[in-house]
């Protein structure tokens, strides 16, 4: 009985719940902003929050998966992305866009670049490094060699879900598949496990690894593969011989948000972070120890100057 | 000739092996083979074959179909994912108000159901997340967004740790006594001084609506189940399929029904935690004996009476256990539930990983853990407790724990308003502790994560390298190298040894549509590395239970960290095997045998414990050594349940094989995660769920059919 009477009530309150008053100044309901699981974007989620509550909206936060999250955003759970990285959300991003429902909502000043890279202290290890050219060399790659690579150099990428298969077609294209093999790691974790054990180690190793990232502080460098031209991956019926793009870094938006919180909606059109100050958010969390939240507060307690404007 | 009589079995068994090794080395490795690492449909390829079924084209490399059969059922993810997104998407779609924009908006029926649905749970969550932490969203949803923020004392102010605290000591203490008050003092203080309360809080708040429904709808099924043979029958395989189903692939399609959020983590931790509550009530309705029925009809129950009154009570202990398995269940979800947008500590937990911050992930992991244990703890008193229903008390014996917590929240409102005085520049510590400002031992444990790495590295590496290129690398060779064929065959000519022409059926059923699926190489990967999970973790807990089971003190002790181990998040150790091996296949196996040891122990304890004393008497006059006892009296009886621990070892075994693609696997699991991203992920994911689940459920008949075979010829059913 009592388990009706809730429900009821619930359903009640679901019915009450959608009556209210439309203005023409942002609606009261909160503005939902995801978070994944790195530094700057959770502390960048926190940081655009901020700046919503100052400017009289709700806002609340959920922790949402990558690539499901355009999917989200188009059905209307979640209201923004602030980062959508163009190597690997691109594709999740165009889709959810061309099925509608969710709007285009401008570039962040930063660009990115995603590829196959190595800490600084490996360029010893592999004599011509950046350019790829150097890979050819089998003494190079003998010094990449694990237990389970079949003798082969190993080159570690990250997880599938990120771009599939993009890394083994392209050290295929490039005649590196005798020497190299590809493994892909199950997560980011996993990748700075390898990155920090292979420091103490002070071995040799290359993974798959984007900038801006709190890994810029302590040294890393891409490998200069043959530049990017449109329509040169296989998906796009290329060859494949090619590095990643300088990609954009944009914002997206449920197609509704502009009605519901024009001025909100407007405020995040302007807002643009450049490499610097995403680096910067990072490394309040990564490198200074603080809670996301708080790197949050301090960031736009010390920058008032650089979002204030956006609010105007 | 003599031996053959004695012992068919061993005969046909041979025969069986014989025809496999014989199939195997007839059968030659294609040249054009080779480990499929990319799933043939995301290139194009003019070596692909290509068949089209139900208006779905699937590619697919061809081989000899004894060496691998084709995936005639490749069609099947790809179907079930394009009717989900047409159910989502498409069917039926209807007018709605949408009081934002005010105006109607297009919505198909089944979307704007489920996202009701997710409304009442999202209400009831957020009903008691703000009863223990504060909020708005309660009162809105009474009222409006636009109401709340003009009258902003209508927040909801949330409880003082110390007044939780308070009353989780005195509930303990009114359920159990001193003990369990104790001990639920201590996991709230920890949790607080450590800075954990807001993501406990949080985690807490869903986990109480996912367990009562839980309880609640498999309790209502179970009973429906025992009442009706045609919905037990409809049940069954359902079950026996979820209980084997890696939670991580629900994830998908649950996140595509229901969206993301603490709602859709409630509906994906009822859907696994519901089963194994529908299994033990109907185990203990069934056990309830006829006598007892009989005895309730006599005395005129009517059949509400019967089962609330009779049946239910005299279950009781089964219905418990289940009770257990179903708070287990959730908070073992509360990490996976963060993958779709569950607050708390498991995502705390996840970011902390992210950032290589074991000690952070480890304070989070053991909070998971200890509120687990207590809830279990009681919950269980909660069930066993008798109501007093003759004694004379005064009103203050009566009611003396309302008014201990009456006392406890005026002291607590007291502290926290005295406390805002003191800490004003701070923190109201009196109030709440806040995230990650209370004691940490993280750098503690970190420094302890170095101090491994840096002393025993070196051994390490040696070990590694060695299991992997010796041990590990032919082990996988193996299982690619079987033909199709012979595998099918050893298969189900096991089942037909084991339990004739039906379990040879069933297994039958079941591997033929792995194989048919296009993700056998997957599979045999999956199976490769559960098999040797398997093996190592029943070794060592056959031998860890068999040693503690001797003491009375050495069991108890076992058993708890047995439980602490279950609830503990495995994904906190992940990361420091990862650093130490690598991401190799190694890293994933030793995260498998920590966690497959638990139900191997556990059983292998339980199975001793089952042994009657009356045997152990008997064997002691009859002048046998304790040693002699242990091997010729108490294995042998012990062991059919023993056996259904190795089965409980295999369904864990693969969970974290599955899981180990967090690490990098190339199995099932990888794709599994990448469905998660796909897509055509819902489908996907679900299919690629049901063949692991397939495999656990070969394994599952096998085991089991023996062990009814066997406990009847020993007499012990």
């Keep these: 009985m009592r388990k009706l009477i809730s429900l009821l009530s619930a359903i009640v309150i679901s019915f009450l719940s959608f009556t209210g008053i439309a203005l023409s100044a942002d609606s009261k309901k909160p503005i939902v902003i995801p978070t994944h699981n790195w530094s700057s974007q959770v502390v960048m989620a926190y940081v655009i929050g901020g700046i919503f509550k100052e400017m009289g909206n709700n806002v609340e936060y959920v922790p949402a998966d990558t690539q499901a999250v355009y999917e989200s955003i188009r059905i209307g759970d979640v209201t923004i992305s602030h980062e959508v990285w163009e190597s690997a959300f691109g594709k999740s991003f165009t889709t959810a866009l061309d099925k509608g429902g969710l709007l285009d909502w401008g570039d962040h000043e930063a660009r990115t670049l995603e590829d196959m890279g190595y800490p600084n202290w490996v360029a010893k290890l592999c004599p011509g490094l950046p350019d790829w050219n150097a890979l050819k060399n089998k003494d190079c790659a003998k010094n990449f ?25 392209r050290i295929e294209a490039l005649g590196l598949g005798d020497l190299w093999t590809v493994k892909f790691a199950g997560s980011a974790d996993a990748l700075w496990a390898e990155l920090k054990a292979a420091k103490k180690e002070g071995r040799g190793t290359i993974i798959f690894n984007w900038t801006p990232n709190f890994t810029d502080g302590a040294g890393f460098t891409f490998i200069d593969f043959p530049p990017y031209t449109a329509g040169c991956r296989p998906e796009d019926g290329g060859d494949g011989k090619c590095g990643s793009p300088d990609g954009y870094l944009k914002k997206a938006v449920n197609a509704d948000f502009p009605k519901t919180h024009p001025k909100a909606a407007a405020m995040f059109k302007k807002l643009s972070f450049s490499t610097g100050q995403i680096g910067a958010m990072a490394s309040l969390v990564d490198l200074d120890g603080m809670t996301h939240e708080d790197a949050a507060k301090k960031w736009l307690k010390d920058n008032k100057k650089v979002w204030k404007k956006w609010t105007k | 000739m003599e031996l053959l009589k004695k012992y068919p079995k061993l005969f046909q068994w041979f025969f069986l092996l014989i025809v ?47 060496w691998r059969l084709p995936p005639l059922l490749g069609w099947l993810p790809i179907w079930v994912n394009d009717s989900l997104f047409f159910l989502l998407n498409e069917w039926m779609p209807m007018e709605f108000w949408n009081e934002d924009l005010q105006e109607y908006k297009t919505r198909p029926l089944v979307l704007q159901i489920t996202r009701n649905i997710t409304a009442l749970m999202t209400f009831l969550i957020e009903l008691i997340r703000e009863i223990l932490l504060g909020g708005v969203k309660t009162v809105v949803a009474f009222t409006s967004w636009d109401w709340i923020d003009k009258n902003p004392w209508a927040e909801m102010p949330g409880l003082p740790w110390t007044i939780v605290a308070a009353g989780a000591v005195i509930l303990g203490y009114k359920l159990s006594g001193k003990g369990l008050a104790i001990f639920a003092g201590l996991v709230m203080v920890y949790i607080s001084v450590f800075g954990q309360w807001k993501p406990s809080m949080q985690t807490l708040s869903f986990i109480l609506v996912a367990a009562p429904l839980s309880f609640i709808f498999g309790l209502t099924l179970g009973v429906m189940a025992y009442k009706s043979k045609r919905v037990e029958k409809a049940l069954y395989p359902i079950l026996l399929t979820m209980q084997t189903m890696p939670q991580y692939a629900v994830l998908v399609p649950a996140m595509v029904l229901f969206g993301i959020g603490d709602h859709a983590a409630v509906i994906i931790t009822m859907v696994v935690a519901i089963p194994p509550m529908i299994l033990l009530t109907l185990l203990g309705l069934r056990a309830v004996s006829p006598e007892v029925i009989e005895a309730g009809k006599m005395s005129g129950c009517n059949n509400w009476q019967l089962m609330t009154k009779v049946l239910i009570p005299t279950a009781r202990r089964d219905i418990l256990i289940g009770v257990n398995q179903v708070i287990m269940v959730c908070f ?27 000690g952070l992930a480890l304070e989070a992991g053991l909070c998971i853990s200890m509120i687990a244990i207590l809830l279990d703890k009681m919950s269980l008193a909660w069930a066993n407790k008798q109501e007093d229903y003759f004694g004379n008390l005064t009103f203050f014996q009566r009611y003396k724990n309302t008014l201990f917590f009456a006392v406890a929240v005026l002291i607590g409102i007291i502290l926290s308003y005295v406390g805002s005085f003191y800490l004003k520049d701070g923190y109201n510590y009196l109030y709440e502790v806040p995230h990650n400002k209370g004691i940490s031992t993280a750098a503690f444990w970190n420094k302890g994560v170095d101090w491994i790495w840096d002393t025993f590295f070196q051994t390490l590496k040696i070990f590694n390298t060695w299991l992997i290129t010796e041990v590990l690398q032919p082990m996988r060779a193996l299982y690619l190298r079987m033909p199709a064929v012979a595998t099918v065959v050893l298969v189900v000519g096991a089942g037909y040894i084991i339990g004739g022409i039906r379990s040879a059926l069933v297994t039958a059923g079941l591997v033929l549509f792995i194989a048919l699926s296009p993700w056998w190489d997957r599979a045999l990967v999956t199976t490769y590395m559960a098999t040797f999970g398997v093996i190592a973790s029943c070794t060592i807990g056959l031998t860890v239970g068999t040693l503690c089971q001797q003491n009375k003190y050495t069991t108890k002790f076992m058993l708890a960290v047995c439980d602490i181990f279950q609830t503990f998040p495995s994904f906190v150790y992940l990361i420091p095997v990862m650093m130490l091996f690598g991401v190799t296949d190694t890293s994933v196996l030793i995260a498998v045998i920590v966690y497959a040891t638990i139900p191997a122990t556990r059983y292998t304890i339980e199975g001793l414990r089952s042994v009657p004393a009356g045997l152990h008497d008997a064997a002691s006059m009859s002048g046998v050594t304790k040693f002699q006892r242990l091997i010729n009296i108490e294995f042998p009886i012990a062991f059919p349940h023993m056996m259904l621990g190795v089965n409980q070892t295999i369904v864990f075994a693969l969970f974290m094989v599955i899981i180990g693609a967090f690490i990098g696997t190339e199995d099932l699991g990888q794709y599994i995660l990448k469905a998660l991203s796909d897509k055509a992920g819902g489908g996907k994911g679900l299919i690629l769920g049901i063949c692991v689940a397939f495999i656990a459920l070969i394994f599952d008949n096998l085991i089991r059919t023996w062990v009814q075979k066997r406990k009847k010829h020993l007499g012990i059913d």
């Excluded at chain 2, 490795?29 to 699937?58: M, W």
């Design chain 2, 20 to 66: 496999f090794f014989a199939l195997c080395f007839a059968i030659d490795v294609p040249e054009t083979y080779k480990f499929i690492r990319v799933q043939a449909e995301f290139i194009k390829d003019p070596n692909q074959s290509t068949y089209t079924l139900f208006g779905k084209e699937v590619r697919y490399y061809a081989f000899d179909v004894l």
């Design chain 2, 332 to 358: 073992s979800m509360a990490v996976i539930a963060a993958f779709i947008g569950a607050k708390g500590l498991g995502w705390n937990l996840l970011l902390a990983l992210n950032q290589l911050n074991i």
């Design chain 1, 145 to 169: 060699v694990t237990p389970d690579s079949g003798g082969k150099g190993r080159m570690l990428e990250g997880p599938q879900t990120w771009h599939g298969d993009l890394i083994p077609q």
